[in-house]
């Protein structure tokens, strides 16, 4: 039988568990909840974390205070705050990512039976709305140095249905943007960038949301900052932005002062793709700790491939020449994934391949056989644990599991 001290002893680290004292003192009971604590893998690295900054709980409390609680000023004040951290120009906010990408496709023209040509290896909120559309997604294959999409592979897919190029900057490394605007522009295309991986990234010192034609971004749940959900969308052109304001209200001109029977003369089909104030108050409380936030995922990537290097079967995610990570994913290439992620899983540490290929869904039309490089990788990719909340601890912990083989 375990005296008292023995079982506080093995309980060491449950003393905040509201009811550690009932059980301690109910006797029957002690023994085996000891047992059944004490058995129970203690390590448990998640894959993601939010990183959610103290400053937003009185953000949100000051917006619930206020009679702007949908769409208000602080929308408006994102949005700058935002073209100005990141340094682009023209940010529409609007509720997500998808809705962002929405938008763009819209406002490229991309319509019934139109081709967009885009990578396989991404989100299928990518190229959803492209159905929307009642556009074809055309999938180019992918570089097995980066996992992005190949610029040489974009070329063979272009047909004269090819309305636009639609790119993904695996997380968060962006693609070789010179050579796909080059592309687009021999062939006349819109380029439109799936940036929810890549906030703060660069590519030559430029800022992505500032290279192409539009860059939507997101501030999903796991993203570097986030409001729950949440989107934006840059726009290039002028005209673009201007639209873009009115489709993501209905059609509607939020600003417009004169009659009001003028205000509501709406000419074309917009849609309810706005942000809140409380979502912005969120946004903007984090996007103050965005230089911290992005050390942390500097120095956690430092961490990984300082430690990681010349592991047998383990390669690394290379980062696209002269560009900046935005560093949002820890992808590497492994060999005997399912034993990896087997070995992982018992000692308590998340992995997960993050998204899966998307031409093996159904309503995509099924995996595709002239994708080589999608193809070679396809059992190989894997993302570790990833958050501003990983300790140094928790980083030895996972490298040196990963070191002792799989």
């Given at each position: 039988?375990?005296?008292?001290?023995?079982?506080?002893?093995?309980?060491?680290?449950?003393?905040?568990?509201?009811?550690?004292?009932?059980?301690?003192?109910?006797?029957?009971?002690?023994?085996?909840?000891?047992?059944a604590?004490?058995?129970v893998?203690t390590?448990?690295?998640?894959?993601?974390?939010?990183?959610?900054?103290?400053?937003v709980g009185p953000?949100?409390?000051?917006?619930?205070d206020?009679?702007?609680?949908?769409?208000?000023?602080?929308?408006?004040?994102f949005?700058?705050?935002?073209?100005?951290?990141?340094?682009?120009s023209?940010?529409?906010a609007?509720?997500?990512?998808?809705?962002?990408?929405?938008?763009?496709?819209?406002?490229s023209?991309?319509?019934?039976?139109d081709?967009?040509?885009?990578?396989?290896?991404?989100?299928?909120?990518?190229?959803m709305?492209?159905?929307?559309q009642?556009?074809?997604?055309i999938?180019?294959?992918?570089?097995?140095?980066?996992?992005?999409?190949?610029?040489?592979?974009?070329?063979?897919?272009?047909?004269?249905?090819?309305?636009?190029l639609?790119?993904?900057?695996?997380?968060?490394?962006?693609?070789?943007?010179d050579?796909?605007?080059?592309?687009?522009?021999?062939?006349?295309?819109?380029?439109?960038?799936?940036?929810?991986?890549?906030?703060?990234?660069?590519?030559?010192?430029?800022?992505?949301?500032?290279?192409?034609?539009?860059s939507?971004?997101?501030?999903?749940?796991?993203?570097?900052?986030?409001?729950?959900?949440?989107?934006?969308?840059?726009?290039?052109?002028?005209?673009?932005?201007?639209?873009?304001?009115?489709?993501?209200?209905?059609?509607?001109?939020?600003?417009?002062?004169?009659?009001?029977?003028?205000?509501?003369?709406?000419?074309?089909?917009g849609?309810k793709?706005?942000?809140?104030?409380?979502?912005?108050?969120?946004?903007?409380?984090?996007?103050?700790?965005?230089?911290?936030?992005?050390?942390?995922?500097?120095?956690?990537?430092?961490?990984y491939?300082?430690?990681?290097?010349?592991?047998?079967?383990?390669?690394?995610?290379?980062?696209?020449?002269?560009?900046e990570?935005?560093?949002?994913?820890?992808?590497?290439?492994?060999?005997?994934?399912?034993?990896?992620?087997k070995?992982l899983?018992?000692?308590g540490?998340?992995?997960s391949?993050?998204?899966?290929?998307?031409?093996?869904?159904?309503?995509?039309?099924?995996?595709?056989?002239?994708?080589?490089?999608?193809?070679?990788?396809?059992?190989?990719?894997?993302?570790?644990?990833f958050?501003?909340?990983?300790?140094?601890?928790?980083?030895?912990?996972i490298?040196?599991?990963?070191r002792?083989?799989?």
């Amino acid at each position: 039988m375990l005296s008292q001290g023995e079982i506080r002893e093995l309980l060491s680290g449950f003393e905040s568990h509201p009811d550690i004292n009932f059980l301690l003192n109910f006797k029957p009971f002690s023994q085996t909840f000891v047992l059944a604590m004490t058995t129970v893998q203690t390590k448990n690295i998640a894959l993601f974390w939010p990183y959610i900054s103290k400053k937003v709980g009185p953000a949100i409390q000051q917006v619930l205070d206020s009679r702007w609680v949908g769409q208000g000023p602080l929308v408006d004040k994102f949005e700058k705050f935002f073209e100005s951290t990141f340094s682009v120009s023209r940010a529409v906010a609007v509720n997500s990512c998808t809705s962002a990408l929405h938008l763009a496709y819209i406002l490229s023209g991309i319509a019934a039976g139109d081709e967009v040509i885009t990578t396989p290896l991404s989100c299928y909120a990518t190229v959803m709305p492209l159905l929307f559309q009642k556009a074809k997604p055309i999938f180019a294959d992918i570089k097995q140095n980066t996992l992005n999409i190949d610029p040489k592979s974009i070329e063979k897919k272009i047909t004269p249905k090819t309305k636009a190029l639609l790119v993904v900057d695996w997380g968060g490394n962006p693609c070789e943007m010179d050579e796909i605007n080059e592309i687009a522009k021999r062939h006349q295309l819109k380029v439109i960038k799936d940036a929810a991986h890549a906030l703060g990234a660069k590519y030559k010192g430029k800022p992505i949301g500032s290279i192409s034609d539009f860059s939507c971004f997101s501030f999903q749940a796991i993203k570097h900052i986030t409001s729950g959900d949440g989107g934006l969308l840059c726009a290039k052109d002028p005209k673009d932005y201007e639209k873009a304001k009115l489709l993501r209200w209905y059609g509607i001109d939020r600003d417009f002062k004169g009659d009001i029977y003028d205000k509501f003369k709406v000419t074309e089909l917009g849609y309810k793709y706005n942000m809140t104030d409380l979502e912005a108050a969120t946004l903007i409380a984090q996007l103050e700790d965005f230089d911290q936030i992005k050390q942390k995922r500097k120095s956690i990537v430092d961490f990984y491939r300082s430690n990681l290097k010349q592991v047998p079967g383990l390669e690394f995610i290379e980062v696209t020449r002269d560009a900046e990570s935005a560093n949002w994913l820890f992808t590497i290439l492994v060999e005997r994934r399912a034993d990896f992620q087997k070995k992982l899983q018992e000692a308590g540490i998340e992995t997960s391949l993050v998204h899966t290929r998307l031409d093996v869904y159904p309503i995509l039309g099924g995996k595709r056989q002239d994708l080589p490089m999608m193809n070679e990788i396809e059992s190989k990719y894997i993302s570790l644990p990833f958050h501003c909340y990983l300790a140094p601890e928790d980083l030895t912990y996972i490298v040196d599991t990963i070191r002792s083989g799989w």
